[in-house]
C-alpha cells in the first residue's frame, strides 16, 4: 500500500480523523472519525510513524479531506466538558496539569471559532443539570472568547482568560457538586466556603503547578465589580482589566441563563438588562456594547415565538441585536412541522413577538435538525 507521512500539523486536537491512519507496516491503527484528545496523543502518534491512505497521495489530498469531513461543534464541547471534569476533580494528582488543561481550552477556543452560533446555542440548549458546576465553566469560557475576540485581545491572552474560566471555580467544585442535591439552604460553613472560593481555587492551581499570573489573577477577582472592587485585590473601575471585566460578566450572564435544581434561569434578554443595569448601577458602557454586539438579545439557542404565531429556535445572529435568524419548529396552529424554516426577523411577519423559555415552548428537537452535522452528538 502506497503510503503518505502524517506530520503534526494535520491532526487536531478534538476533531475526528478525516482518513484511515496506518502504522509503516500497513497495519491499521485509527479508524476515520476517530477523536485525538491531546497534543502530548499527536505527538506520540507522529513519532512512531502514521501514515495516510494510499488514494491521499499529496499534501493537499490530506488537507481536501479535513475540510469534507466536519467536525461537529457540539461532540467538541461535550468532550471538552468530560475532560475537563476529569482534570478539575483530580487537579490536585493530575501530572501536566497546566498542559493538559491548556489543551482543553484550545479545544474550545477552536470549537467556538469553528461556528460560533452552535457554541452560544450550546449554552442554553445543552444543559443538563447535574453537569452544572463543570458545564458553567465551559459556557463562560465560550462567551469570554467571543467578547475578547470582538474587543481584539491577543491569542494567548484569550487562551489565558479560556484557561481560567474553565478553573474559576475550582474552589467550591465539590461543594457546588453537593449543594446540587440538597433540599435545605447551604449552612453557614458552606457559605463561608462558598466567598473563599476563588482564594483557594488560585491556591490549588498554584499547587497544580499553574504559575502564569495573569491566569491566577483571573481566578481570584472573577467576581469583581465595576463598584464592589475586585476582591482581594482591592481594584475597582478602570483599575480592574479587561479581562477581568470579560470573564466576571460572563460569568454571572451564564449563571442567570442556566437552568439548575434551584434555579429557574431567565431569558437571556433578562439576564442581559439585570447585569448592565443593577439597582441603576450602569456596566462599563463599551463592555456592555460588545456582550450585546456578541450575544445580541435573542442568541441562538432562545427559542422564539414570531409575529406569525409560529415558534422556533433562533438558529444565528443577525444584522442586528433583534434581528436574528430563526428556524420555526412549530406552525402558526401549533402544529409540528415536519422540518425546520428558515425566517428572518429583520422583516414582516416573522419578527419576533416575544422570548420563551422551554416549558413555555413545550417542543422537542434536537440541535443536529437545526445546525446540521456540526451539531451532531
Known amino acids: 500500500m502506497e503510503q503518505n507521512r502524517i506530520g503534526m500539523s494535520d491532526i487536531h486536537v478534538g476533531k475526528p480523523l478525516p482518513w484511515n491512519a496506518y502504522n509503516a507496516r500497513g497495519q491499521l491503527l485509527l479508524k476515520k472519525g476517530f477523536v485525538v484528545e491531546s497534543l502530548s496523543q499527536v505527538a506520540a502518534l507522529v513519532e512512531q510513524g502514521l501514515y495516510a491512505d494510499a488514494s491521499l497521495s499529496h499534501e493537499d489530498d490530506i488537507h481536501s479531506a479535513q475540510a469534507r469531513e466536519t467536525p461537529s461543534v ?6 471538552a466538558e468530560k475532560r475537563l471534569e476529569r482534570l478539575l476533580f483530580g487537579v490536585s494528582v493530575e501530572p501536566d496539569f497546566p498542559a493538559k488543561l491548556m489543551e482543553v481550552a484550545t479545544s474550545v477556543i477552536a470549537a467556538t471559532e469553528q461556528n460560533s452560533d452552535i457554541a452560544l446555542a450550546c449554552i442554553l440548549l445543552n444543559q443538563q443539570t447535574d453537569d452544572y458546576p463543570v458545564r458553567h465553566g465551559l459556557d463562560t ?39 446540587q442535591h ?4 447551604p449552612s453557614a460553613k458552606e457559605i463561608e466556603s462558598i466567598h473563599q472560593h476563588q482564594l483557594e481555587g488560585a491556591g ?16 481570584r477577582s472573577h467576581h469583581a465589580s465595576e463598584f464592589g472592587g475586585d476582591y482581594p485585590d482591592g481594584h475597582a473601575g478602570e483599575e480592574i482589566s479587561s479581562g477581568t471585566k470579560i470573564l466576571a460578566l460572563a460569568d454571572r450572564y ?3 441563563i442556566s437552568e439548575r435544581k434551584h434555579h429557574k434561569s431567565h431569558l437571556p434578554s433578562t439576564a442581559l438588562r439585570e447585569i448592565f443595569l443593577e439597582k441603576g448601577k450602569g456596566i ?28 422556533g429556535v433562533v438558529s444565528k445572529k443577525g444584522d442586528g441585536p433583534l434581528t436574528p435568524i430563526v428556524h420555526a419548529l412549530v406552525g402558526p396552529h401549533g402544529v409540528a412541522l415536519s422540518i425546520p424554516v428558515r425566517r428572518d426577523t429583520a422583516g414582516e411577519p416573522f419578527a419576533i413577538k416575544e422570548a420563551l423559555h422551554v416549558d413555555q415552548a413545550d417542543i422537542r428537537f434536537s440541535m443536529h435538525q437545526v445546525w446540521g452535522e456540526e451539531a451532531s452528538l
Open 204 to 219: 490549588m492551581l498554584e499547587g497544580a503547578g499553574v504559575h502564569d499570573a495573569g491566569w491566577l489573577a483571573y481566578v
Open 74 to 79: 457540539l461532540r467538541m464541547l461535550n468532550l
Open 182 to 185: 440538597k433540599l435545605e439552604a
Open 254 to 256: 451564564c449563571a442567570s
Open 141 to 179: 469560557a465560550v462567551v469570554a472568547i467571543l467578547v475578547a475576540q470582538s474587543m481584539n485581545l491577543t491569542h494567548d491572552e484569550i487562551a489565558t482568560l479560556t484557561a481560567a474560566a474553565l478553573t474559576m471555580n475550582v474552589g467550591m467544585l465539590r461543594q457546588q457538586a453537593q449543594l
Open 284 to 311: 462599563d458602557p463599551t463592555l456592555a456594547a460588545y456582550f450585546i454586539k456578541v450575544l445580541g438579545l435573542y442568541p441562538p439557542g432562545t427559542l422564539v415565538r414570531l409575529n406569525n404565531g409560529e415558534i
